[in-house]
Structures are given as structure tokens and as C-alpha cells.
């Protein structure tokens, strides 16, 4: 079993900044492919950003520039720091880890930004 565990959401003000983190646990190989994603109230989950396990990374165009995911992969954990934040970036945070050819997700954590 492989479970995510994230942590670090939590209120901040607009132009403020955050540091998320998501430490997987359990029977873990290797882990392809690690990203965030976000889903604000009434729509659907969307796509932050993903990194691979050779540090390839990829952003939404909405957060380049502002967003920067990172991973350890020798503590399976990856980390989002996010800056200038503003409003429209207030939804629910889910770590995803794609191990192998399963694909799992964290629980999620409230990120809410103040204008």
C-alpha cells in the first residue's frame, strides 16, 4: 500500500507565499512521475505542476514564473513553493505520484489566499 501524505496549506495574504509538501510511505520501487494539482470550489481539479524523476518539470501557464516544484526522490517527497500568490490560486492542493503504472493521490490541503 502507498499513501501521500501532504502538509503546509493554510491562509496567506495576497503577494504572500507557501511552501507545500507531499512524503509518500509504503511499498514504493520508484516513482515516475510526481505533480501537483488543484481544484477550486465548483470546478474541476486542474493540472499545477508535474515533475519527472530525471527533474524534468512542467507548469500551467497560470502559475509559471510564480510556482516552483521540486523532489527528493531519496525521501520520496515532493515540495511546491508558490509565491506572489493571488486569490484565483485558492483551492484545494492534491499531490499525485504515478508509481509505476499506478497512479495515487494525496488527501489534499486548503490553500486560501486573502485579497
Known amino acids: 500500500q502507498v499513501q501521500l501524505v501532504e502538509s503546509g496549506g493554510g491562509l496567506v495574504q495576497t503577494g504572500g507565499s507557501l511552501r507545500l509538501s507531499c512524503a509518500a510511505s509504503?511499498?514504493?520501487?520508484?516513482?515516475?512521475?510526481m505533480g501537483w494539482y488543484r481544484q477550486a470550489p465548483g470546478k474541476q481539479r486542474e493540472f499545477v505542476a508535474t515533475i519527472t524523476s530525471g527533474g524534468t518539470t512542467n507548469y500551467a501557464d497560470s502559475v509559471k514564473g510564480r510556482f516552483t516544484i521540486s523532489r527528493d526522490n531519496a525521501k520520496n517527497t515532493v515540495a511546491l513553493q508558490m509565491s506572489s500568490l493571488k486569490p484565483e490560486d485558492t483551492a484545494v492542493y492534491y499531490c499525485?505520484?504515478?508509481?509505476?503504472?499506478?497512479?495515487?493521490w494525496g488527501q489534499g490541503t486548503q490553500v486560501t489566499v486573502s485579497s
Open positions: 499525485r505520484m504515478i508509481i509505476r503504472t499506478s497512479d495515487y
Open positions: 509504503g511499498n514504493i520501487f520508484s516513482i515516475n512521475v
